[in-house]
């Protein structure tokens, strides 16, 4: 399986470095940039992690408000797929955020805990932000539910590598 993943990170980065190489080109400057932002790791696996996690919002939610949508009263369809969704999501972000993209270690239960504590605090704040958002595009405008979960998902990415960052997943 660890020869799989490299091989496949190996691809990426390859093809990744490629397009940088040809952006590079065209502007040595936005070449530049593309190559610092590709070379910080932490950005970069940042990124998957909140791609992974984005896509366990997004098929949590579709799985809720779709085949089991019938479950629940129309007028709160939304709110409740997205809650799932987000409670999904977040168990499934902080395991991948710790493990993969911050590695930080918790030394005793009670640090786990404080660490886990933060990160569910932050994501109240990027849900909060999220479950307004989706009331307001998709219940008062009448946008497309689909469509607003994933442009709002990625306002959401944002924002929770900020908190990650500054409050959570602090290196010691």
């Given at each position: 399986m660890n020869t799989i993943l490299k091989s496949v990170w190996g691809l990426i980065d390859a093809l990744a470095r490629a397009v940088i190489a040809l952006i590079g080109k065209v502007s040595p400057g936005l070449g530049g940039f593309c190559e610092r932002l590709w070379n910080n790791t932490?950005?970069?696996?940042?990124?998957?992690?909140?791609?992974?996690?984005?896509?366990?919002?997004?098929?949590?939610?579709?799985?809720?408000?779709?085949?089991?949508?019938?479950?629940?009263?129309?007028?709160?369809?939304?709110?409740?797929?997205?809650?799932?969704?987000?409670?999904?999501?977040?168990?499934?972000?902080?395991?991948?955020?710790?493990?993969?993209?911050?590695?930080?270690?918790?030394?005793?239960r009670m640090e786990l805990l404080r660490e886990f504590g933060s990160f569910v605090a932050m994501r109240l704040v990027s849900f909060g932000m999220e479950l307004a958002l989706m009331f307001l595009t998709v219940d008062i405008l009448g946008l497309n539910d689909l469509v607003m979960k994933l442009v709002i998902n990625i306002l959401v990415i944002i924002a929770n590598y900020v908190f990650s960052k500054l409050f959570i997943f602090r290196k010691k």
């Open positions: 932490e950005l970069v696996s940042y990124l998957f992690a909140g791609v992974a996690t984005t896509l366990v919002n997004y098929v949590v939610y579709y799985i809720v408000t779709r085949p089991f949508g019938w479950l629940i009263p129309e007028a709160m369809l939304t709110t409740v797929g997205t809650c799932i969704a987000w409670v999904l999501a977040v168990l499934f972000g902080y395991v991948v955020n710790k493990v993969f993209v911050f590695h930080t270690k918790s030394a005793t």
